[in-house]
């Protein structure tokens, strides 16, 4: 997994006060993409931001935005999120009554497709939408707040994950606990893009952390 594996910085983990800065310094620091956590505040207990925050750092990096809405009613928020700068949007199949038109929805706004699954929420339930798919992801916390830590037993989650897509190009992406300590588990059982917060952020050089993510999933 190591040739094509994606490192996405979450900015949920950032230092709000010089947000902007911050997206720049992951971006020059080795990130592949940018991931955006949008909390709501009913779907999960946080709140975080909107479209308005995402624009207003769209001019600051060329690298994809991986917006992960963590929403009760995306289907009314998603033309918003891609007219501000979402290159990925990643919905809740827990949120989506109608999934297949939720995803189509993206796929017509100019959007890639992503769907996330929270830890009790089988990959079973993307069985019948894996052709609208880009990107799976599997999170290894339950959402709402950065900083969990890591659910061991969603290991066998990703791989059936991987197993599922069969030949699919699509994304399996794990968000929740990543570390040097974590990473190499998740990539050998079948990820390929590791969404970090705290590792990133909290501590040292930036691209000293990027970097031992990336060589500790090898």
């Known amino acids: 997994m190591c040739d094509d594996l994606i490192i996405a910085p979450s900015i949920l983990a950032a230092d709000f006060s010089k947000i902007g800065e911050e997206v720049v310094k992951v971006d020059e ?7 955006l956590d949008v909390m709501d505040g009913h779907f999960v207990p ?22 992960h809405l963590m929403v ?31 995803l189509g929805c993206i796929r017509e706004l100019g959007s890639k497709v992503g769907v996330a699954l929270k830890p009790e929420t089988p990959v079973s339930e993307l069985e019948n939408v894996l052709d609208y798919l880009d990107l799976i992801l599997v999170m290894t916390v339950n959402p709402g707040f950065g900083g969990q830590g890591f659910i061991p037993e969603m290991l066998d989650k990703v791989s059936a994950a991987r197993a599922l897509i069969g030949d699919r190009p699509t994304t399996i992406q794990v968000d929740g606990g990543i570390s040097i300590e974590t990473a190499k588990r998740v990539t050998s059982a079948g990820a390929n893009a ?15 952390n990027i970097a031992a993510i990336r060589t500790a999933s090898c």
């Open 29 to 35: 620091a080795g990130a592949d993409w940018i991931h």
């Open 194 to 208: 590791l969404v970090a917060g705290s590792a990133i952020f909290n501590h040292g050089p930036y691209s000293e």
């Open 72 to 102: 009760s009613n995306p289907d009314d928020l998603l033309e918003d999120y891609v007219i501000a700068g979402s290159d990925i949007i990643t919905v809740h199949v827990e949120a989506c009554p109608n999934l297949s038109q939720t």
């Open 46 to 67: 946080n709140l975080t931001f909107g479209p308005p925050l995402i624009k207003s750092l769209r001019s600051l990096t060329k690298k994809i935005f991986d917006t």
